[in-house]
């Protein structure tokens, strides 16, 4: 088996060489393109079977400075992605003061990850049939556009409006991030790639509370968006000057426009919207807006269901041609590794976004300093994902990182579960999908599933935290604070209720909201608890042993 390795460049050459080779990246990727063997996996996740094989040759991969400039482009895109996420949490009491909008913070991170997951499985098809750069140039745009109409936004709606069009474009972000990161790097050299990215792109989370903070307290909160536009714009322009490989063949065959839309499963991706959209609504409407019994919720649930009905039907037709295909789903190893991204990242979003809510509304800190009390956990996070990826890339192994991971986080859950107002201060599932998904052209499809895992997971488990919180908030006040309406604290806002309750009410208001926060966090314990027990079902495979061959004809 003989590597073949892209030359070494220079890094003076010149960037219109790079232009001039996009041009035909069609034809050269018809003649160079490789695929993995078509090695499966059993529903099992236990067995291989492998395929005769014949000639075996190595995938091109990317080298010297062209590497570091592409690693340094979607590393860029995956820190602006992450100080988006992060600056809105310490910003979301400011902004429910200024739109009297406290029952809607949970749709200000939901609606961003709903519209991420709603398109994250379409975003895995549309790397695989059309240009890796130009839709990422697409999907940077696209969050830009978002941004830039939450910075404008001038009511709740419109603000929620422009983080859903955000999440349309990071959905297209993550998952085109980790298809380059694939087509540039060998398997046994991508942990230490992403913990690599992974480490400094968290720079954003560690940042972000810091920086939404200091913008919220001192400045306006609109900044916290304002700030996305240079960077997005760098980073189309970068993207745009240097040739990014494409993971696949992208043929250059004319086709119709039902024939494309069908080749991205459209149909698919326009049953499961609205299904995963009515559902959200109705946890989010559920004892806020409307009584759980009332004619909308059970006709959002009813409609959920039902279009969930036509949606699995319609999937499994469609086979491996569908927008979340069943021979994935089917694998033990694709589908604990999802349901370990499902869950670990629901308990994550819901520990950013309700911790910063803590800190505020129970301890009354400043915004900046309720960034600087997130910081400890976001260190840790960072520097861990360094260390981890420098040992599976050594040792080979990713089980063991993910069942520590799955333990630490529900301990940590259940620790902040006890805070009260006088508490004093105080991911390698990626890789193994890439080891499981035997087709190189299926590897865009199988990172939309992770990233899809993650983000379903956070809209969902959000919403269900943000209803657990309000019908929480509704019972502890009839408690502490009897006399103090939770429609009044609704309004309000997480820093303002202060300023519109009886002095002799503020105390029994604080320990309403702490209360109800708690609740919250067991919710995110759960999800440690689901976290660590899927990730046995991950496989205790070597990432060395994977091989990658030429298909039989």
Known sequence: MEKIESHHESPKADLTSDLKAEEH???????????????????????????????????????????VAVISVITLACFILL?????????????????????????????YLLATCALTPMSGKIYARFSTKYMYMC??????LGSLICALSNSSNMFIVGRAIAGIGGSGLINGSLTILSACVPLEKRPVYMGFLMSFAQLGIMLGPLIGGALTEHATWRWCFWINLPPSALTILIIFLIHVPDQTAKRAERTSIIDTLMLLDVPGFLLFAPTSIMFLLA??????????????????????????????????KRGDDAMIPWSMIRQKVVACSCGVNFFFFAGQIILSYYLAQYFQAVRGVSPTLSGVYLLPGIMSQMVLAIV???????????????VASGVLATISYGLISTFDPDSSTGMWALLAIQNSVPQQDK?????????????????LFLSFAQTGF???????????????SASTIANAGALGFRAVVPPSSVAGVIQAYNNSINQVFYIAAGCGVGSFLLSFGMGMKSIKKAKVVEPAA
């Open 25 to 67: 990246s069609l034809e050269a990727n018809d003649e160079k393109s490789r695929e993995f063997a078509t090695t499966s996996v059993d529903s099992g996740g236990d067995n291989v079977k492998k395929t005769k094989e014949p000639e075996v040759e190595e995938w091109e991969y990317v080298t010297g400075f062209k590497l």
């Open 388 to 402: 981890s990826g420098v040992l599976v890339s050594k040792l080979g192994y990713y089980l063991p990182w993910s």
């Open 139 to 144: 999907f940077t745009a696209l969050f830009s």
């Open 283 to 316: 946890l989010e409407w559920g004892g806020t807006k409307y009584p759980w019994g009332s004619a909308t919720i059970i006709g959002l649930f009813c409609g959920a269901a039902g279009n969930l009905a036509i949606f699995m039907a319609w999937e499994y």
């Open 470 to 484: 309000s019908s929480a908030m509704q019972n502890t006040l009839k408690e502490f604070a009897p006399e103090v």
């Open 83 to 111: 100080l988006d996420t992060s600056i809105v949490a310490t910003a979301i009491p400011k902004i429910t003061v200024d739109f009297h909008s406290l029952n809607d913070v949970g749709w200000y991170g939901s609606s």
């Open 443 to 459: 590897i865009p499809i199988g990172m939309a599933l992770v990233t899809f895992s993650q983000m379903f997971g956070g809209a």
